[in-house]
Nanobody, 126 residues
């Protein structure tokens, strides 16, 4: 079983940057698709970005495309989310999630992921 822990959240001003990290223990992430999701108060959990196990495929939500970059370091067993040009609408709890059996057509669906971290808060102040 994989345990996922997010870090790197915090308070940042509009236009600023943060780098979130998802660290795994218990099993290698090498064969996992990893997704980042976020949930703002009163809203449903939404897809942010995902990276396939082989790193050749990355997928982004339209709302973050061009501003966020997902990457993975299999040697360190981590997946990072670099967030630039942050906006107030980016304020949410960010979760990383993982699974070995996520097909590309289902990569944006949070139900496709079995393993979840506890979340890290990102607050963008205007």
């Amino acid at each position: 079983q994989v345990q996922l822990v997010e870090s790197g959240g915090g308070l940042v001003q509009v236009g600023g940057s943060l780098r979130l990290s998802c660290a795994a223990s218990g099993r290698t992430l090498r064969d996992h698709t990893i997704g980042w999701f976020r949930q703002a108060p009163g809203k449903e959990r939404e897809f942010v970005a995902a990276i396939r196990w082989n790193s050749r495929t990355t997928v982004y939500a339209d709302s973050v495309k061009g501003r966020f970059t997902i990457s993975r370091d299999n040697a360190k067993n981590t997946v990072d989310l670099q967030m630039n040009s942050l906006k107030p609408d980016d304020t949410a709890v960010y979760y990383c999630a993982g699974d070995t059996g996520v097909i590309l057509s289902n990569i944006r669906n949070h139900a496709a992921y079995d393993y979840w971290g506890q979340g890290t808060q990102v607050t963008v102040s205007s």
